[in-house]
């Protein structure tokens, strides 16, 4: 029994070390994968959030510009997701995905005859959002990770 404890406390310790070593760049190909290409699906026209994406453009009286702005939204995702790969461009990726999470999450409010089944069930639509939830918590990981700014000293 001890043995086995031993060698689950040397696994525990291991596994542990090996998150702190790869978590940053783990999280980066992650949000980077992710971001470009829900885009890039957008952008070919093949991504499951159209018809909410359009509808909820429609709904809110922009209907008319609703293509051209879902269009937008898809080319930011991209951005994003190639920008979240250079460690010195963390500020900005996570600044554009912050306004973007609010754009993309404000269905949850605006649109809740689509993203609810019903009083705190969501639809597969709903799901589809709150998910985006893990997608911050992840970005806050890497702000976690990022070195605060340094005034620089005057000579």
């Not at 040397?10 to 290409?37: E, G, N, Q, V």
């Not at 008319?64 to 460690?87: D, K, Q, S, T, W």
Request: glycine letters at 6%; aromatic letters at 14%; hydrophobic letters at 60%.
């Amino acid at each position: 029994m001890l043995s086995n404890m031993n060698t689950l406390i040397k696994f525990d310790t291991w596994f542990i070390r090996f998150a702190k070593r790869h978590y940053t760049w783990l999280a980066r190909i992650s949000l980077a994968i992710i971001f470009f290409y829900f885009g890039a699906l957008k952008l070919a026209g093949f991504s499951p959030a159209d018809e909410l994406a359009i509808g909820f453009a429609e709904k809110m009286g922009v209907g008319m510009y609703a293509e051209g702005l879902y269009l937008a939204v898809a080319v930011v995702e991209c951005i994003i997701g190639l920008l979240i790969l250079f460690p010195a461009m963390t500020r900005i990726a996570l600044f554009i995905m912050i306004i973007h999470m609010i754009i993309v999450s404000a269905p949850l409010v605006l649109y809740p005859e689509v993203t609810w089944a019903m009083w705190f069930v969501p639809s597969l639509e709903g799901q589809y959002i709150i998910k985006n939830s893990a997608l911050v918590a992840l970005a806050l990981g890497l702000v976690a990770a990022t070195r605060p700014l340094q005034k620089r000293a005057r000579n």
